[in-house]
């Protein structure tokens, strides 16, 4: 067991969107364009749902599989361009928060092995982030997961990589998924209010920690645990 004045984290993994950049996505009008996407595929508008966009697109294409599935196919490419497309707008509008290449090198420089987990695509995140694979340990978007999260396969993957155990690592993210994603997984869980969710959001998830963003919650973990110092 690490000391009391020894760092438990070996490994800090972070969300992108809402978590290290300004990164919005309008999901709702996503939304619409899969929904008046699929409509001529099924020949009717498909039932609102509650899954994440990515979830409910692969959920439409199995649908449409069970009765032609060289169209199912067809219409999960168009679907997965949709999102791209989408995501790369909402890029372009984005910017890092200014603590965000600061703090990554603070932590790697003091020994703790950093991560990236999104469920974007890399194409949007390196519009924002050109040289995001050179600031941290390991980037991994939803094109290189086994399963994008909240799956733990993500988050064990990025892990894996690094050699970490989830015990022994903390992710943070913007959106209840995120405390979820690490729960499944075996990790400890920090939210930050910096993105999509504000602290009422978190009520349910009962994350470890609970900051403004990444610069107040490594403020609070280093007085915890004595972490390096982001300035």
Known sequence: MPSQNTPPFQAILFDFDGTLASLHIDFTRLRRKLTALAEPFLGEEPEPSELPVL????????????????????FHCRGRLVIQATELDAAREAQLFPFTRPLLAELRA??????????N??????????????????FMAREDAPKVKPDPAHALAVLDRLGVRPERALLVGDHPLD????RQAGLAAAAVTSGHSQREAFA????DYLAEDCLALMSSLRELFLLPRAQ
């Not at 979830?55 to 067809?74: N, V």
């Not at 950093?114 to 469920?119: D, E, P, S, Y």
């Not at 349910?204 to 994350?207: D, V």
Request: with cysteine.
């Open 55 to 74: 979830e409910w697109l692969d959920e439409l294409a199995d649908e449409i599989r069970e009765f032609d599935h060289p169209l199912g196919q067809e």
């Open 110 to 119: 003091g020994g703790i092995k950093t991560g990236i987990i999104t469920r």
């Open 121 to 138: 695509s890399t194409a949007a995140v390196k519009v924002v982030f050109p040289d995001v694979a050179a600031c941290c340990d390991c």
């Open 179 to 182: 405390i979820l994603a690490a």
């Open 204 to 207: 349910a998830a009962r994350p």
